[in-house]
T-cell receptor
């Protein structure tokens, strides 16, 4: 079974530029999560999708971050414009069912490491 | 608001020793607790998941215990090996449908050959 795929693996941009990350979850998984992990911290949930609907985006900085999951499969996360404090690893995860985020086994991708200069 | 704490932040032990990693949480009303491993530049791999009704889970050289009433979990690693070097994170799942999984900051473990 293929795991969660993410690209790119690394990205360096200057502040105020835009960047987009892509995630392909495990086939058949209904729920997809985007996390932000700042160096030395645990991951923080940015947004959770069930199929192509948003379940939780309460911690997403909506003035600069956006995400979509068209057709309920792949997802993209965009930052526009980027700030220095956005430097972090962006992790995508997926889970099989429709349970609450803390109740389902989540499978994580390798992450995209973003550096904003 | 649930808070998850992991102490120490970093730990170095000689190869072959048994060791314990600690995790504490402030709200005992949890659905489950998970231990994850994160290697540098990699994503998270789930090691053990303990449901709130369970006291412990074992997988190979790993044993995780849960004491919900005291808000504590431990991850025991037997006969440590250099390949165990990684960051170990614990995460707590809430009871309510809109609860997020809450992660600790992790313990960075280094096994000395």
């Amino acid at each position: 079974e293929a795991g969660v795929a993410q690209s790119p693996r690394y990205k360096i941009i200057e502040k105020r530029q835009s960047v987009a990350f892509w995630c392909n979850p495990i086939s058949g998984h209904a729920t997809l999560y985007w996390y932000q992990q700042i160096l030395g911290q645990g991951p923080k949930l940015l947004i959770q999708f069930q199929n192509n609907g948003v379940v939780d985006d309460s911690q997403l900085p909506k003035d600069r971050f956006s995400a979509e999951r068209l057709k309920g499969v792949d997802s993209t996360l965009k930052i526009q414009p980027a700030k220095l404090e956005d430097s972090a690893v962006y992790l995508c995860a997926s889970s099989l069912g429709f349970g609450a985020g803390g109740q389902e086994t989540q499978y994580f991708g390798p992450g995209t490491r973003l550096l904003v200069l | 608001k649930q808070e998850v704490t992991q102490i120490p932040a970093a730990l170095s032990v000689p190869e072959g020793e048994n060791l314990v990693l600690n995790c504490s949480f402030t709200d005992s009303a949890i659905y489950n607790l998970q231990w994850f491993r994160q290697d540098p530049g990699k994503g998270l791999t789930s090691l053990l998941l303990i449901q709130s009704s369970q006291r412990e889970q074992t997988s190979g050289r790993l044993n995780a215990s849960l004491d919900k009433s005291s808000g504590r979990s431990t991850l025991y690693i037997a006969a440590s090996q250099p390949g165990d070097s990684a960051t170990y994170l614990c995460a707590v799942g809430g009871l309510n449908r809109d609860d997020k999984i809450i992660f600790g900051k992790g313990t960075r473990l280094h096994i000395l050959p």
